[in-house]
T-cell receptor, first 112, second 111 residues
Framework: ELKVEQNPLFLSMQEGKNYTIYCNYS?????LYWYRQDPGKSLESLFV???NGAVKQEGRLMASLDTKARLSTLHITAAVHDLSATYFC????????????WGAGTKLIIKP | DSGVTQTPKHLITATGQRVTLRCSPR?????VYWYQQSLDQGLQFLIQ???????AKGNILERFSAQQFPDLHSELNLSSLELGDSALYFC??????????FGSGTRLTVV
């Protein structure tokens, strides 16, 4: 079965701290995606990771991909309240017939 | 504006009724995907169309149907609505480059 597992599913942290969200997947994936969703809002694309060792950064967020370990991480540096949201990872590739397989999402609350 | 347009944004209807949700994909994108997201839940894939043809089906109920028209817009029809159908319905589109662009969603409330 094609699976994407995120952990933690819920994370409450203080502003200024660093933390990492993990995304494990079971497929031989071609591509890995990170999305952000604010409550009741749409999904905003954060990163698309296409190859082993890929690292992308945008502001306080950095995503990386290790295809051998089938693991992606989303690292938050010096968190600020505005980063509070739910973060989803998803993969697609030949194994899934190029359908997105989603993780359950990580609800991140950053307290001032 | 993501380039994917969904209408209406909000819909309130009674049980047993039928509604149609509309999606216009980003310019140049041939694939359209429909997702359902219930409160505080993940995304459930419903169905995909590519250039007018059904490409893949997910957990779509028999009461639900969809189509993609020659101008590439898509409609999701939900019939015999039940309270449990209340959810956010998202449309996404994709093209040749990796990535999926989501619309702002339609919030359906069945009362």
């Amino acid at each position: 079965e094609l699976k994407v597992e995120q952990n933690p599913l819920f994370l409450s942290m203080q502003e200024g701290k660093n933390y990492t969200i993990y995304c494990n997947y079971s497929t031989t994936s071609d591509r890995l995606y990170w999305y952000r969703q604010d409550p009741g809002k749409s999904l905003e694309s954060l990163f698309v990771l296409l190859s082993n060792g890929a690292v992308k950064q945008e502001g306080r967020l950095m995503a990386s991909l290790d295809t051998k370990a089938r693991l992606s991480t989303l690292h938050i540096t010096a968190a600020v309240h505005d980063l509070s949201a739910t973060y989803f990872c998803a993969v697609d590739g030949a194994d899934s017939n190029y359908q997105l397989i989603w993780g359950a999402g990580t609800k991140l609350i950053i307290k001032p | 504006d993501s380039g994917v347009t969904q209408t209406p944004k909000h819909l309130i209807t009674a049980t047993g009724q039928r509604v149609t949700l509309r999606c216009s994909p980003r310019s140049g994108d041939l694939s359209v995907y429909w997702y359902q997201q219930s409160l505080d839940q993940g995304l459930q894939f419903l169905i995909q169309y590519y250039n007018g043809e059904e490409r893949a089906k997910g957990n779509i109920l028999e009461r639900f149907s969809a189509q993609q028209f020659p101008d590439l817009h898509s409609e999701l029809n939900l019939s015999s609505l039940e309270l449990g159908d209340s959810a956010l319905y998202f449309c996404a589109s994709s093209g040749t480059a990796p990535g999926y662009t989501f619309g702002s969603g339609t919030r359906l409330t069945v009362v």
